[in-house]
């Protein structure tokens, strides 16, 4: 298990929590508009041993609520399930966020009780998410199972898409409202330049373009919202 990089205090990445961010280097996709380039690139890792992060949260642990465990992709971490599981030992929620290549791993996680959020992203939809997601071989199928195992799990969760004006358009939400029919949360989350990402020149939706996006998806879903408006 690595750590790429540790944020000592979130009140927005768990929703209704007061957490920690941590960082994993690696991930199998390579999204232009990635926030975390440097992670996802695989470039960081190893400035934060184990022992010291834990440490961290042993000293913190009266603040804190939980954890977040971001990248890259987390679930490409060999070790993830133990890393999960000692955080919870010291009596802290972790939430998980993860691209849904993994499946199989998700389904062991939910089932050895290690993880008590998910927030998956839905990068586009079906016949977009080569182009969108930078991997000529992404296999939607994969994404679609993990959709299926959160919807099914009992573990709070959300779904959650990036608007990038230069990749998707506002009825682009629809399609990919359809890929998690049946869910009851899901955000949409306008892109901001991090001064981290992996191609330039990207914008964000407009207020009117998300408003548009919003609708679409709500043909399908009972719950939709906007972030970064």
């Known amino acids: 298990m690595i750590i790429a990089g540790l944020q000592k205090l979130t009140l927005l990445d768990y929703p209704g929590k007061v957490a920690c961010t941590v960082f994993t280097p690696g991930c199998n996709l390579r999204c232009p508009y990635c926030h975390n380039a440097t992670f996802a690139l695989g470039k960081g890792g190893g400035e934060i041993t184990l022992d010291e992060f834990f440490a961290f949260l042993k000293k913190r642990e009266s603040v804190l609520d939980g954890v977040c465990v971001t990248g890259g992709e987390p679930l490409m971490q060999k070790d ?31 089932e050895g009780g290690a993880v008590d959020y998910i927030a998956m992203d839905i990068k586009a939809p079906a016949e977009k998410y080569p182009e969108v997601t930078g991997a000529e071989d992404a296999d939607v199928g994969l994404v679609k199972e993990s959709v299926k195992i959160i919807l099914g799990s009992g573990v709070k969760y959300e779904f959650r898409t990036t608007a990038v004006k230069e990749l998707l358009n506002p009825e682009d939400f629809y399609d990919m409202a359809k890929l998690i029919d049946g869910a009851g949360a899901y955000f949409i989350q306008n892109f901001v330049d991090s001064g981290d990402i992996i191609k330039e020149n990207l914008h964000p939706f407009s207020k009117e373009e998300l408003g548009e996006a919003k609708k679409f998806a709500e043909k399908v879903l009972p719950f939709v919202s906007l972030r970064g408006v």
């Open 80 to 110: 993830l399930e133990r890393f999960l599981k000692d955080i919870k030992n010291l009596g802290l929620l972790v939430k998980l966020d993860t691209n849904g290549f993994y499946p199989q791993k998700l389904a062991r996680l939910i």
